[in-house]
């Protein structure tokens, strides 16, 4: 799963591309709709054949795909199916009660700093941040130079508003908009989804409702604050960051470059944050993010904590006003804790070591 055009389809090209007995699908395709919605083993068997691997590309759009999927598995020995999906809302839905036990999830996302450091060198993607920042990760925007903001477009146009606004339940589609905008103007921020749905004309319930799309549609996440110890901790509150900077800017319509903006810093948690999670999520951690802040203001950018140690991480895009110590009431509360500032300089401590 992963969201359009991150490359999963290209992706299964490389890994099965050039091996026999694949049968290759797609979800968006009339005839194969059809196949699947009048079903029979008998059908299914003689279509198959000798092919032992199925890849079902865009596998949401097929309705019950999850028992479609069950009744191949349970009536054809010795085949396995692939399915690819951009919306976890729709797919995992449709698979999770008829595959229970029975399957492996993967998450694709754009491409990662890691990546790109491996494709070229330490240096020169640390050079590109400012880029990055602006365009995002993309494989298309990556992969073309010069035409970022035409890719950008055509996929925040094509991707957010064609495919999220018509998934079923989405009652008014410009409100969407609205609250996708709202919270791209927000990331590094608290998040109240009461004052949200104020601006845009929203109750809190279809708010969270409209982000929770948002959220299993790849777009955006949510992290939590921390608290453990202190009562003066924020203990309900939420932050919401975009998994690709790109999109993000091209909600906004703001692709000026980092140096003349205001929201440089904002763009800089955004990226390290969402690396980081990626990073994460790819190396199978069960780590758990969040942001601590107290009712004081005292606050830290990013707190992981895994197996009982708690990494205390300040984000700073400019490393001559990086702050060098970390609040001494979350060093009372967590005195094992280990603390450090990230900046351009030393992005690689976090994103790669």
């Not at 596998?59 to 976890?88: H, N, W, Y």
């Not at 298309?140 to 146009?157: A, H, R």
């Amino acid at each position: 799963m992963g969201a359009r055009q991150v490359g999963k389809s290209t992706l299964l090209q490389m890994v099965l591309g050039e091996r026999d007995k694949v049968l290759w699908m797609n979800g968006d395709d009339r005839d194969v709709h059809e196949l699947f919605v009048n079903m029979t083993s008998t059908r299914l068997k003689a279509i198959i054949g000798n092919n032992e691997i199925i890849v079902i590309d865009e596998a949401q759009r097929i309705p019950d795909v999850g028992l479609r999927i069950k009744l191949i598995t349970d009536q054809i020995s010795g085949v396995q199916v692939v399915a690819t999906g951009s919306s976890s809302f729709e797919l995992s839905n449709k698979i999770n009660e008829s595959l229970a036990g029975r399957k492996r999830e993967f998450i694709l996302f754009p491409l990662t700093f890691r990546e790109m450091v491996e494709d070229t060198n330490l240096m020169n993607e640390i050079r590109m941040l400012p880029h990055r920042m602006v365009y995002g990760y993309y494989p298309e925007v990556v992969s073309n130079p010069g035409n970022e903001k035409i890719i950008l477009k055509e996929l925040s146009d094509s991707y957010l508003y064609r495919d999220i606004l018509s998934l079923e339940g989405i009652g008014k589609p410009d409100k969407l908009v609205r609250l996708l905008k709202a919270l791209a103007l927000q990331i590094g921020s608290q998040v109240s989804y009461n004052e949200v749905g104020r601006l845009v004309g929203l109750d809190s319930k279809t708010v969270e409702k409209y982000i929770n799309i948002l959220v299993k549609s790849y777009i955006i996440f949510l992290m939590p604050s921390f608290s453990r110890n202190l009562r003066n901790e924020l203990k309900t509150s939420r932050k919401i960051f975009f998994w690709d900077l790109g999109i993000r800017n091209a909600v906004i319509g703001n692709m000026a470059q980092v140096e003349n903006r205001q929201d440089a810093g904002a763009l800089w948690e955004n990226f390290v944050i969402a690396e980081r999670m990626k990073q994460l999520a790819y190396n199978g951690s069960f780590a758990q993010s969040y942001f601590w802040r107290t009712k004081q203001q005292q606050e830290i950018d990013y707190i992981e904590e895994e197996d009982g140690q708690i990494k205390a991480i300040e984000i700073k895009w400019n490393p001559n006003k990086s702050a060098t110590k970390c609040p001494d009431s979350f060093l009372g509360a967590y005195p094992d804790a280990e603390y450090k500032v990230i900046t351009p300089n030393n992005i690689e401590e976090l994103l790669i070591m």
